[in-house]
C-alpha cells in the first residue's frame, strides 16, 4: 500500500522557519517524482515544489527564493525547508506522488504563521 506521512508543521512568528517531512512507503522511492501541495482555507490547493527523481527542483513563484525541496533517497523522505515565512503560507501542507496517472497523498500537516 502507498504511504505517505507528512510531519513538522506547526506555530511559528512571521520570519520564522519551519522544516518539513514526507516519509513514503509502498513506493519505489528513488525512481519517483515528489511534490509538495497546500491549501489555505477557502483557496484551491496549490503545487509548492516539485523535485524529480533526477533532483531537478520546481517553484511556485510565492515561494521561491524562501523554501528548499530536497530529498533522502536512502531514507525515502522528502523535505521542505521553509524560511521567512509569511501569514499567507499558512496552509495545510501535503506530499504528493504520482504513480501509473494516480495521485497519491499524505494526511496533511498544519503550517500556521502568526503576525
Known amino acids: 500500500q502507498v504511504q505517505l506521512v507528512e510531519s513538522g508543521g506547526g506555530l511559528v512568528e512571521t520570519g520564522g522557519s519551519l522544516k518539513l517531512s514526507c516519509t513514503t512507503s509502498?513506493?519505489?522511492?528513488?525512481?519517483?517524482?515528489m511534490a509538495w501541495y497546500r491549501q489555505a482555507p477557502g483557496k484551491q490547493r496549490e503545487l509548492v515544489a516539485r523535485?524529480?527523481?533526477?533532483?531537478?527542483?520546481n517553484y511556485d513563484d510565492s515561494v521561491k527564493g524562501r523554501f528548499t525541496i530536497s530529498r533522502d533517497n536512502a531514507r525515502n523522505t522528502v523535505y521542505l525547508q521553509m524560511n521567512t515565512l509569511k501569514p499567507e503560507d499558512t496552509a495545510v501542507y501535503y506530499c504528493?506522488?504520482?504513480?501509473?496517472?494516480?495521485?497519491?497523498w499524505g494526511q496533511g500537516t498544519q503550517v500556521t504563521v502568526s503576525k
Open positions: 523535485i524529480s527523481s533526477s533532483g531537478i527542483r
Open positions: 504528493n506522488t504520482n504513480r501509473s496517472s494516480f495521485n497519491y
Open positions: 509502498g513506493i519505489i522511492f528513488r525512481i519517483a517524482d
